[in-house]
Protein backbone atom coordinates (compact mmCIF):
# COMPACT_ATOMS: atom_id res chain seq x y z
CA UNK A 1 0.00 0.00 0.00
CA UNK A 2 1.26 3.48 -0.77
CA UNK A 3 1.88 5.86 1.76
CA UNK A 4 2.52 9.46 2.20
CA UNK A 5 3.53 10.95 4.88
CA UNK A 6 4.15 14.72 5.22
CA UNK A 7 5.59 16.73 8.50
CA UNK A 8 7.91 19.75 9.40
CA UNK A 9 4.65 22.40 9.11
CA UNK A 10 4.31 24.76 11.67
CA UNK A 11 3.77 28.23 12.77
CA UNK A 12 6.70 31.01 10.98
CA UNK A 13 7.11 34.68 11.11
CA UNK A 14 7.69 36.19 7.67
CA UNK A 15 10.89 36.02 6.02
CA UNK A 16 11.31 33.13 7.69
CA UNK A 17 12.38 29.78 7.06
CA UNK A 18 10.99 26.17 7.04
CA UNK A 19 11.64 22.20 5.34
CA UNK A 20 8.77 20.02 5.13
CA UNK A 21 9.64 16.39 4.45
CA UNK A 22 7.65 13.51 2.85
CA UNK A 23 8.47 10.23 3.47
CA UNK A 24 6.82 7.24 0.60
CA UNK A 25 6.84 3.42 1.85
CA UNK A 26 4.66 1.09 -0.50
CA UNK A 27 6.38 1.72 -4.20
CA UNK A 28 9.59 2.20 -5.52
CA UNK A 29 10.71 5.44 -4.95
CA UNK A 30 12.71 6.71 -7.08
CA UNK A 31 10.71 5.11 -10.60
CA UNK A 32 8.34 7.96 -9.95
CA UNK A 33 8.45 11.79 -10.13
CA UNK A 34 7.53 13.48 -6.95
CA UNK A 35 5.30 16.87 -6.40
CA UNK A 36 3.89 19.55 -3.75
CA UNK A 37 0.35 20.64 -4.26
CA UNK A 38 -0.93 23.61 -1.72
CA UNK A 39 -3.79 24.78 -0.42
CA UNK A 40 -4.89 27.91 0.99
CA UNK A 41 -7.86 28.26 3.77
CA UNK A 42 -10.92 27.81 1.98
CA UNK A 43 -8.89 28.03 -1.29
CA UNK A 44 -8.21 25.78 -4.11
CA UNK A 45 -5.82 23.28 -5.19
CA UNK A 46 -2.55 25.27 -6.42
CA UNK A 47 0.93 23.18 -8.11
CA UNK A 48 4.13 24.26 -6.41
CA UNK A 49 6.80 22.12 -7.37
CA UNK A 50 7.73 18.84 -8.77
CA UNK A 51 11.09 16.98 -8.69
CA UNK A 52 12.15 13.60 -11.58
CA UNK A 53 12.53 10.39 -10.20
CA UNK A 54 16.22 11.11 -10.01
CA UNK A 55 16.29 14.58 -8.79
CA UNK A 56 18.26 15.81 -11.31
CA UNK A 57 15.15 17.80 -12.79
CA UNK A 58 13.27 20.51 -11.09
CA UNK A 59 10.09 22.69 -11.84
CA UNK A 60 8.28 25.23 -10.01
CA UNK A 61 5.63 27.24 -10.22
CA UNK A 62 5.84 31.44 -10.76
CA UNK A 63 4.37 32.67 -7.36
CA UNK A 64 7.28 30.03 -5.75
CA UNK A 65 10.20 30.16 -7.59
CA UNK A 66 13.72 31.47 -6.16
CA UNK A 67 12.56 30.89 -2.65
CA UNK A 68 11.42 27.03 -2.56
CA UNK A 69 13.62 24.38 -3.86
CA UNK A 70 12.22 20.59 -4.26
CA UNK A 71 14.53 17.62 -3.27
CA UNK A 72 14.59 14.16 -2.89
CA UNK A 73 16.74 11.58 -1.22
CA UNK A 74 16.30 8.20 -2.81
CA UNK A 75 18.42 6.46 -0.65
CA UNK A 76 15.99 7.40 2.38
CA UNK A 77 12.58 7.47 0.13
CA UNK A 78 12.22 11.51 0.90
CA UNK A 79 10.68 14.54 -0.69
CA UNK A 80 11.95 17.55 0.84
CA UNK A 81 10.63 21.18 0.53
CA UNK A 82 12.39 23.77 1.81
CA UNK A 83 10.96 27.10 1.86
CA UNK A 84 12.43 30.52 2.31
CA UNK A 85 11.52 33.99 2.67
CA UNK A 86 8.27 32.85 3.51
CA UNK A 87 5.18 35.44 2.96
CA UNK A 88 1.84 35.45 4.80
CA UNK A 89 0.43 34.10 1.42
CA UNK A 90 2.24 31.10 1.68
CA UNK A 91 0.01 30.16 4.49
CA UNK A 92 -1.60 26.95 3.54
CA UNK A 93 -1.97 22.86 4.02
CA UNK A 94 1.28 21.34 1.53
CA UNK A 95 0.32 18.12 -0.13
CA UNK A 96 3.19 15.69 -1.36
CA UNK A 97 2.12 13.05 -4.58
CA UNK A 98 3.26 11.22 -6.47
CA UNK A 99 3.15 10.79 -10.48
CA UNK A 100 4.44 8.77 -13.51
CA UNK A 101 7.55 9.45 -15.08
CA UNK A 102 5.28 10.87 -17.64
CA UNK A 103 4.65 14.76 -17.44
CA UNK A 104 1.19 14.19 -18.30
CA UNK A 105 0.47 11.56 -15.72
CA UNK A 106 -1.86 12.14 -13.19
CA UNK A 107 -1.15 12.26 -9.06
CA UNK A 108 -2.13 9.04 -8.48
CA UNK A 109 -1.44 9.07 -4.52
CA UNK A 110 -1.43 12.08 -1.78
CA UNK A 111 -0.11 12.40 1.70
CA UNK A 112 -2.66 14.19 4.23
CA UNK A 113 -0.89 16.74 4.34
CA UNK A 114 1.01 19.62 6.60
CA UNK A 115 -0.57 22.99 7.77
CA UNK A 116 2.24 25.91 6.98
CA UNK A 117 1.01 29.02 9.07
CA UNK A 118 3.23 32.27 8.17
CA UNK A 119 2.35 34.81 10.46
CA UNK A 120 3.59 37.37 13.03
CA UNK B 1 -0.06 31.01 -18.03
CA UNK B 2 -2.53 28.44 -18.91
CA UNK B 3 -5.68 28.85 -17.26
CA UNK B 4 -8.51 25.99 -16.59
CA UNK B 5 -12.12 27.35 -15.68
CA UNK B 6 -14.59 25.66 -13.66
CA UNK B 7 -17.87 26.79 -12.23
CA UNK B 8 -17.42 27.52 -8.42
CA UNK B 9 -21.09 25.03 -7.56
CA UNK B 10 -23.18 22.72 -9.23
CA UNK B 11 -26.34 21.12 -7.69
CA UNK B 12 -27.54 18.31 -8.15
CA UNK B 13 -30.95 16.13 -6.07
CA UNK B 14 -30.07 12.29 -5.42
CA UNK B 15 -29.93 9.88 -8.36
CA UNK B 16 -29.85 12.36 -10.92
CA UNK B 17 -26.64 13.45 -12.92
CA UNK B 18 -24.11 15.73 -12.08
CA UNK B 19 -21.62 17.25 -14.80
CA UNK B 20 -18.64 19.44 -13.83
CA UNK B 21 -17.32 21.07 -16.64
CA UNK B 22 -13.41 22.38 -16.66
CA UNK B 23 -12.66 24.86 -19.78
CA UNK B 24 -9.18 25.91 -21.05
CA UNK B 25 -8.35 26.79 -24.61
CA UNK B 26 -7.19 24.12 -26.80
CA UNK B 27 -7.69 21.65 -23.90
CA UNK B 28 -8.56 19.13 -26.47
CA UNK B 29 -4.87 18.60 -27.15
CA UNK B 30 -4.13 18.06 -23.47
CA UNK B 31 -4.66 15.11 -21.36
CA UNK B 32 -7.21 16.01 -18.30
CA UNK B 33 -7.37 14.45 -14.63
CA UNK B 34 -9.65 15.28 -11.81
CA UNK B 35 -9.54 14.92 -8.63
CA UNK B 36 -12.27 14.35 -5.91
CA UNK B 37 -11.75 16.05 -2.20
CA UNK B 38 -13.81 15.86 0.42
CA UNK B 39 -13.71 18.77 3.62
CA UNK B 40 -10.78 17.99 5.69
CA UNK B 41 -9.21 15.14 3.44
CA UNK B 42 -6.47 14.74 0.94
CA UNK B 43 -7.72 14.59 -2.88
CA UNK B 44 -8.61 11.49 -4.33
CA UNK B 45 -8.04 11.04 -8.11
CA UNK B 46 -10.98 9.70 -9.90
CA UNK B 47 -10.78 10.27 -13.46
CA UNK B 48 -7.85 10.44 -15.22
CA UNK B 49 -6.65 10.12 -19.30
CA UNK B 50 -9.21 12.14 -19.67
CA UNK B 51 -11.87 9.36 -19.27
CA UNK B 52 -9.83 6.27 -17.18
CA UNK B 53 -11.10 5.17 -13.79
CA UNK B 54 -8.43 4.12 -10.83
CA UNK B 55 -9.11 0.90 -9.65
CA UNK B 56 -12.00 1.24 -6.39
CA UNK B 57 -13.54 4.62 -8.31
CA UNK B 58 -17.69 3.70 -9.12
CA UNK B 59 -18.56 3.53 -12.71
CA UNK B 60 -20.84 6.32 -11.95
CA UNK B 61 -17.93 8.50 -12.70
CA UNK B 62 -17.00 9.06 -16.03
CA UNK B 63 -15.06 11.56 -18.38
CA UNK B 64 -14.98 13.48 -21.44
CA UNK B 65 -13.76 16.27 -23.89
CA UNK B 66 -15.56 18.02 -26.43
CA UNK B 67 -14.37 21.10 -28.11
CA UNK B 68 -12.64 23.67 -25.54
CA UNK B 69 -14.60 21.50 -22.42
CA UNK B 70 -13.75 18.62 -20.70
CA UNK B 71 -16.71 17.29 -18.37
CA UNK B 72 -16.74 15.23 -15.27
CA UNK B 73 -19.97 13.25 -15.15
CA UNK B 74 -21.26 11.15 -11.76
CA UNK B 75 -24.37 9.11 -12.72
CA UNK B 76 -26.94 8.24 -10.01
CA UNK B 77 -25.32 10.75 -7.39
CA UNK B 78 -25.53 9.88 -4.03
CA UNK B 79 -25.00 12.04 -0.87
CA UNK B 80 -21.63 10.84 -0.38
CA UNK B 81 -20.45 12.52 -3.47
CA UNK B 82 -20.86 15.91 -2.15
CA UNK B 83 -17.66 16.77 -2.32
CA UNK B 84 -15.29 19.50 -4.55
CA UNK B 85 -13.94 18.46 -7.76
CA UNK B 86 -10.80 19.65 -9.58
CA UNK B 87 -9.05 19.56 -13.04
CA UNK B 88 -6.17 19.01 -13.78
CA UNK B 89 -3.58 19.08 -16.63
CA UNK B 90 0.12 19.52 -17.21
CA UNK B 91 0.73 22.35 -19.99
CA UNK B 92 3.80 21.87 -21.70
CA UNK B 93 4.54 25.16 -23.14
CA UNK B 94 5.69 26.14 -19.20
CA UNK B 95 6.30 22.82 -18.00
CA UNK B 96 3.84 23.73 -15.62
CA UNK B 97 0.96 22.18 -13.85
CA UNK B 98 -2.05 23.38 -13.54
CA UNK B 99 -5.25 23.03 -11.63
CA UNK B 100 -9.20 24.24 -12.24
CA UNK B 101 -10.65 26.60 -9.71
CA UNK B 102 -12.51 23.54 -8.58
CA UNK B 103 -16.49 23.30 -8.57
CA UNK B 104 -18.49 22.24 -5.07
CA UNK B 105 -20.73 19.63 -5.82
CA UNK B 106 -23.91 20.03 -3.31
CA UNK B 107 -26.26 17.24 -3.66
CA UNK B 108 -29.77 18.32 -2.29
Known amino acids: EVQLLESGGGLVQPGGSLRLSCAAS????????MSWVRQAPGRGLEWVAT????????YYADSVKGRITISRDNSKNTLYLQMNSLRAEDTAVYFC?????????????WGQGTLVTVSS | SYVLTQPPSVSVAPGQTARNTCGGN??????VHWYQQKPGQAPVLVVY???DRPSGIPERFSGSKSGNTATLTISRVEAGDEADYYC???????????FGGGTKLTVL
Open chain 2, 49 to 51: DDS
Open chain 1, 26 to 33: GFTFNSYA
Open chain 1, 97 to 109: AKRDLLSSSPLDS
Open chain 1, 51 to 58: VSGTGSST
Open chain 2, 88 to 98: QVWDSSSDHWV
Open chain 2, 26 to 31: NIGSKT
